[in-house]
C-alpha cells in the first residue's frame, strides 16, 4: 500500500511563486513513477507533469517553462516548482503514483493523495 500526502498550496498573487510536496510512505519508492494532476470544480481532473523512476519527466503543454517536477528518493518525496503562476491555475492539485514509468492519463494511476488548493489571485 502507497500513501500520498500533498501540502504547500495556498494563496499567490499572480506572477508569483509556490511549490508543493508530495510525501509518500509504504511501498517502494524508488520504483514508483509520480504525477501531479489538477481539478476545477465541474471540470475534468487535468495532467500536470509527472516523473518516472529513473528520473524521466513529462509536462502538460500549458505549464512547460513555468513548472518543474523533481524528486528525492532520500525523502521518499516529489515536489513540483510552480513560477509565474496565473489566475487559471487555481485548482485543487493531487499526487499520483503508478509502478515505474510515467503516463498522462488519470485512469493508470493507482494511489491518490486528497489534494492541496492552489489558488492565484489577480
Known amino acids: 500500500q502507497v500513501q500520498l500526502v500533498e501540502s504547500g498550496g495556498g494563496l499567490v498573487q499572480a506572477g508569483g511563486s509556490l511549490r508543493l510536496s508530495c510525501a509518500a510512505s509504504g511501498g517502494t519508492f524508488s520504483n514508483y513513477a509520480v504525477a501531479w494532476f489538477r481539478q476545477i470544480p465541474g471540470k475534468a481532473r487535468e495532467f500536470v507533469a509527472a516523473?518516472?523512476?529513473?528520473?524521466?519527466?513529462d509536462y502538460a503543454d500549458s505549464i512547460k517553462g513555468r513548472f518543474t517536477i523533481s524528486r528525492d528518493n532520500a525523502k521518499t518525496s516529489v515536489y513540483l516548482q510552480m513560477s509565474s503562476l496565473k489566475p487559471e491555475d487555481t485548482a485543487t492539485y493531487y499526487c499520483?503514483?503508478?509502478?515505474?514509468?510515467?503516463?498522462?492519463?488519470?485512469?493508470?494511476?493507482?494511489?491518490w493523495g486528497q489534494g492541496t488548493q492552489v489558488t492565484v489571485s489577480s
Open positions: 516523473i518516472g523512476w529513473g528520473g524521466d519527466t
Open positions: 499520483a503514483a503508478r509502478p515505474f514509468s510515467v503516463q498522462k492519463s488519470a485512469t493508470t494511476y493507482g494511489y
